[in-house]
């Protein structure tokens, strides 16, 4: 079974521990193994001393059958993994003729002299298969540990170094890491993992609508779980075995059954793209104009290759002047009902319709806080209009979060409300 093959991360860096950069290292290789059947048992960061690297190292290789470490592999001198695990495993380093010629080329390319000290990335440890890099200069290594020095009855290990930044990684692990691991620790079993996104539904009701019926599954091998972003839930479906595709087939259509229209897609489907590609299957188009989001939704839908073909355009009017002069809101309605209301999200929707020529038009205005709110209103107070061809749909949600947290579950409720409405026509 694929189970055992074990499979374990370290992520080098200082930084990561002080907390000046995000690890984005360790999702994006744990989902990239998933996807193509492995799954991660152990992921570890650690500051960049030597003690702290080499115990690590030390550790997991007594464990994995695959061990993945990330940076360490550049010219400065915080940069300790090439050496201290070549020191680990008593592996001399050797200078790569072929990694120099790179490094002259990349810095002869930029019209730079190389720094002498760059030449250190052209040592390799004893046995390295060496892993080129054309978008940098560290090389990524693979070195076999047979035997395994920290391994009960010395098994063999396989250890793959890779460079730390992100587009010099990325690229090396899926065309030179991905293929080496399927012909070195190759799948025996089948490994399936599905994710059913959902928004509009709290994750508890979620659980409580589904978790019974797929009780039979579980029981059977299926593992069910359940993780919840702004406004969406995901479901996640994971099966291993002779039986996993059958598995995990029954487990989406009960999901699918129970959960319906909450559902808008699978795997890394997107709300947002869910709704471009709604629009463009209608040839049908999208204005907005957005208060307290502050361009937030427009943000969301460019964010999407092809919304040109749908989105028309989009007005922050935050100012009660400018709903005035741009969207057609009229000073009566703001005099009596205010900015944050029914009556002006309605006109301000309205008006972005109209205006811009728009089948479909957005308006969002609200308290997005901390301060602003009133006993009537309170911080948190949103008021989501949709305008349509026949008649015009106006939310009135109250989101009590921080600021940042305020925008995008709005946001997400905004473009929940088109696609159900897109869905309906």
């Known amino acids: 079974m694929q189970g055992t093959v074990e499979i374990e991360i370290i992520n ?11 690890n984005t290292h360790q999702q994006w ?66 200078t790569d003729p072929a990694i120099l010629a790179h490094l002259g ?19 390799i440890p004893e046995g390295a298969l060496v892993l080129p890099n054309p978008n940098g200069t560290a090389p990524g290594l693979a070195m076999e540990v047979s035997p395994n020095p920290f391994r009960a009855g010395g098994k063999t290990s396989w250890l793959i170094m890779l460079p730390g930044p992100p587009r010099e990684l990325r690229p090396m692990f ?28 709290g994750e508890s009701i979620v659980e409580e609508k589904i978790a019974a019926q797929l009780q039979p599954l579980t029981a059977a091998g299926l593992e069910l779980g359940y993780c919840a972003h702004y406004g969406e839930v995901d479901v996640r479906l994971v099966a291993r075995g002779a039986n996993a595709e059958k598995l995990a087939a029954e487990g989406e259509a009960i999901i699918r059954d129970r959960l ?29 104009a957005e208060s307290c989001t502050g361009g937030f939704v427009a943000n969301r839908i460019t964010d999407v290759p092809g919304a040109s073909a749908v989105f028309l355009g989009g007005m922050v009017t935050y100012s009660n002047e400018v709903k005035q002069k741009l969207l057609g809101v009229r000073p009566e309605t703001l005099a009596q009902h205010g900015a944050v209301s029914e009556a002006t999200a309605r006109e301000m929707a309205e008006g972005a ?14 308290i997005a806080g901390p301060t602003g709110g009133t006993e009537s209103k309170p911080v948190g107070t949103v008021f989501i209009a949709l305008a349509t061809t026949r008649h015009t749909i106006v ?31």
């Open 260 to 288: 319906g229209s909450h559902i808008f897609g699978t795997q890394d489907d997107q709300l947002n793209a869910t709704v471009v590609r709604l629009l463009t299957e209608r040839k049908e188009t999208l204005a907005l």
């Open 29 to 94: 290789l744990c989902r990239q193994l998933a996807d193509a059947g492995y799954t991660v048992a152990r992921q570890t960061a650690v500051p960049d001393t030597g003690l702290d690297i080499q115990q690590t190292v030390r550790e997991a290789l007594a464990r994995a059958d695959l061990l993945i470490v990330t940076g360490g592999l550049g010219p400065t001198s915080d940069d300790l993994t090439r050496d201290l695990i070549a020191a680990l495993l008593g592996r001399k380093l050797h």
């Open 395 to 425: 939310l009135n949600p109250i989101n009590r979060y921080d600021r940042p947290t305020f925008k995008q579950i709005t946001c997400q409720q905004a473009l929940e409300l088109l696609r159900r409405t897109l869905l309906k026509h």
């Open 105 to 123: 080329d990349f810095f002869a390319q930029r019209g730079r002299p190389m720094p002498a000290q760059t030449q250190v990335q052209a040592q």
């Open 12 to 22: 080098t860096g200082s930084e990561l521990m002080l907390g000046f950069v995000l």
């Open 174 to 201: 899926t065309d030179q890491v991905l293929p080496l691991l399927r012909q070195k620790l190759p799948l025996t079993s089948a490994f399936i993992c599905r994710t059913i996104r959902t928004t509009g539904i």
């Open 353 to 366: 319709r109209t205006r811009l020529g728009a089948d479909y038009a957005i308006a969002i205005t609200g």
